[in-house]
């Protein structure tokens, strides 16, 4: 008796060297029970049933043998839970494209004879990595499986089997331009006040072609990298293509109303935006539907929900969606509710601490796409995170893919300057405001009388300490002796929005200098960051051994640096920082930029990012405004070596002593 090694040499026997023998004549008798009696595989197919009007479609893949349609779906998923280590890309990639793999393609018919075909690796392959995810689904008991309509992105891997397509074109088109979604090129708006960079417009294109093929997504880039100008330039493009007939709606943490209504005004100024925020709002619910662009935040919508389910919105927008990571949050039950065309998500931490997160984000965006919570854990979360497995990450990965556009400050490297700087807009917190209040009319009216007195020449000592003490009220109402603070109120206004930065750099990766004129802020700034655990290194003037703290942040042993701006302004190299934060900026640029070129000096090789945190219509606002506007008196009036230069108007005075504007209900 001639017996073969293995399976495989017995299968190419089969295949080669018994139609060679029948060639030559050879009569050949075959058992039927031989378990190498092959059947040719004459054809592949896939049959797509689609309807209009509906959000899934049928998908059917199969051969065609001795004439016969045969589906492979039951096939399949029979032989991923006899053999589940072919789920294993690693496992599939042993096999070599033209090894075999046996099947009897009637062996859910055991009353029938076995008609066995034998399927290259190098098809089955693409038909794992396509199908892999139905191994925990129910058996195709029609030889169809359904799909969701934004599974169609999925169709793209079967592009390289030699497939006789039926039906679905349109389904086809779509998962191709999902696939190239990024690439498709739009022409920015007309009257967007900016020039987008490379990856900006890219952000810009993917977001257009989410909007043409009806899907959401999840814009994920890293802050400081303009997710913001990016959204709002998709509005207004929207709004240049009269696709803008409803308005769309923002939703974000309320620390970033002030930033969009800036941007907003800065960047796209067509666009009408109504700040549906503050105790006045109920008088604009209705008039929702005049205005391009509402602005709300998570804390009012479930409070709101009445109203804002009454408005179908164009588009749908949260900001640091991450807030949402909770699903069954009030916020994110009653943000399920509302009525959008499309729906956007923008955080640069989509998945903080869990898998869950993502599941909550997409189960907004695209519900059911990835399951059910109970299917989702079972299928990915424990597998992914309980036991490491790296195939169920891939496989998580290549499916949200299409609906995740991703980019870190390393990866768009190119195309940044060597230094971007932005003023991140901070609101006073209620406490604050009062306070503020209080010492403007009392510093006020000390600054008008001495003045009067004196002249403004010689009242500059009144006039700094004035300055002074509203300043402290802008960073932390604990820099005012007399104030006394509730714990929770101890980081809110501009201390709570400095840590909600903290947490998304950091989750980035980033390396921070942060810079206060004030050491006992940082000291307060101190405090947080133990509670939090965050790594960090300390530098004022009352440091002796200067060496130590820099060494520690410049070998990765702190995240944060600490540093008060007369300590850190001279002889420090830290190039190990990518982000610099001015808590309190100096008013004069010269200082400011000395402190900044700590880090962005001759020998760093990344770009910088340097963020100034400002209150909103406070003396920090004017006196950013009078840096810009008159740069010498600035430099005069608040410059130690040109203190006695400057010369004040009574316009001066009266825009630096301003009330506080009301809040904004628009």
Not at 97 to 113: F, K, M, S, T
Not at 429 to 442: F, I, N
Not at 446 to 458: L, Q, S
Not at 618 to 646: C, F, N, P, Y
Request: glycine share 6%; charged share 25%.
């Amino acid at each position: 008796m001639l017996q073969l090694p293995d399976d495989e040499a017995w299968l190419k026997v089969s295949r080669e060297a018994l139609p060679r023998l029948r060639e030559a004549g050879w009569v050949i008798d075959v058992q039927r029970d031989f378990s190498f009696n092959l059947h040719s595989v004459e054809d592949w197919y896939a049959d797509i049933d689609e309807a209009s009007g509906r959000e899934w479609f049928d998908l059917e893949l199969g051969i065609v043998v001795d004439g016969q349609r045969h589906s492979l779906l039951p096939i399949v998923l029979q032989l991923l839970r006899s053999n589940p280590e072919l789920l294993r890309q690693g496992e599939l990639a042993r096999r070599g494209d033209d090894d075999h793999l046996l099947v009897d393609l009637n062996q859910h018919r055991p009353e029938g004879p076995a008609m066995r075909v034998a399927l290259p690796y190098g098809r089955l392959r693409t038909l794992m990595a396509t199908l892999g995810d139905l191994f925990h689904g129910d058996d195709p008991g029609n030889g169809q499986i359904r799909l969701d309509r934004a599974d169609a992105a999925r169709l793209n891997q079967l592009d390289a089997l030699p497939l006789k397509w039926q039906g679905g074109e349109a389904l086809r088109t779509l998962g191709q331009r999902l696939r190239d979604a990024r690439e498709l090129e739009v022409a920015p708006p007309e009257r967007l006040m900016a020039s987008l960079r490379p990856y900006q417009q890219q952000g810009l294109n993917w977001l257009q072609a989410l909007r043409e093929l009806g899907v959401g997504g999840v814009l994920g880039d890293d802050m400081g990298l303009g997710k913001t100008l990016q959204t709002l330039a998709h509005l207004l493009l929207e709004k240049q293509a009269g696709r803008l007939q409803r308005p769309a709606l923002v939703v974000l943490p309320t620390s970033l109303v002030p930033n969009w209504i800036d941007e907003a005004q800065r960047f796209a100024p067509d666009l009408r935006v109504l700040s549906l925020h503050g105790p006045g709002r109920s008088k604009y619910f209705a008039q929702l539907a005049e205005y391009d662009l509402v602005l709300t935040t998570y804390a009012l919508v479930p409070r709101d929900l009445e109203h804002l389910r009454g408005q179908p919105w164009h588009v749908l927008v949260l900001d640091e969606a991450q807030n949402i990571k909770s699903s069954t949050s009030k916020a994110a039950s009653a943000l399920r509710e509302l009525q959008a065309q499309q729906r956007v998500c923008l955080s640069g931490t989509p998945v903080e601490n869990n898998l869950g997160e993502l599941w909550s984000l997409f189960h907004f965006l695209m519900p059911g796409w990835l399951g059910d919570q109970k299917a989702f854990n079972r299928d990915y979360r424990t597998p992914i995170e309980r036991h490491g497995d790296t195939e169920r990450m891939a496989h998580l990965a290549r499916r949200i893919r299409p609906f995740l556009l991703r980019r870190t400050k390393e990866d768009v490297a190119r195309d940044l300057p060597p230094k971007t700087e932005m003023i991140h807009w901070v609101e006073l917190s209620d406490a604050q405001r009062d306070t503020y209040e209080a010492v403007r009319v009392a510093m006020d009216e000390k600054v008008r009388d001495e003045i009067a007195r004196n002249g403004a020449a010689r009242s500059q000592i009144v006039i700094l300490d004035a300055l002074l003490k509203l300043r402290q009220v802008c960073c932390d109402l604990r820099l005012v002796k007399s104030s006394q603070l509730k714990p929770a109120q101890h980081e809110t206004g501009k201390l709570g929005s400095l840590l909600q930065m903290l947490d998304e750099l950091l989750s980035e990766g980033r390396r921070i200098l942060l810079f206060s004129q004030f050491t006992s802020m940082l000291a307060l700034i101190e405090q947080a960051l133990v509670k939090r655990g965050i790594r960090y290194s300390l530098l004022t003037g009352d440091t002796r051994d200067r060496r130590a703290p820099v060494t520690a942040f410049q070998n990765g042993d702190s995240e944060v640096f600490l540093i008060s701006l007369k300590a850190g302004g001279t002889g420090l190299n830290l190039t190990a920082a990518d982000t610099v934060i001015h808590y309190d900026p100096w008013w004069n640029p010269a200082s400011e930029n000395q402190a900044t070129d700590r880090a962005y000096r001759i020998g760093q090789d990344k770009p910088v990012f340097v963020f100034k945190l400002i209150t909103r219509g406070t003396v920090e606002e004017k006196i950013q405004q009078l840096q810009q506007d008159k740069a010498a008196l600035a430099a005069g009036l608040l410059g130690d070596e040109q203190a006695g230069q400057w010369r004040m108007s009574d316009d001066d005075i009266e825009a630096l002593f301003a009330p506080l504007p009301p809040r904004r209900a628009r």
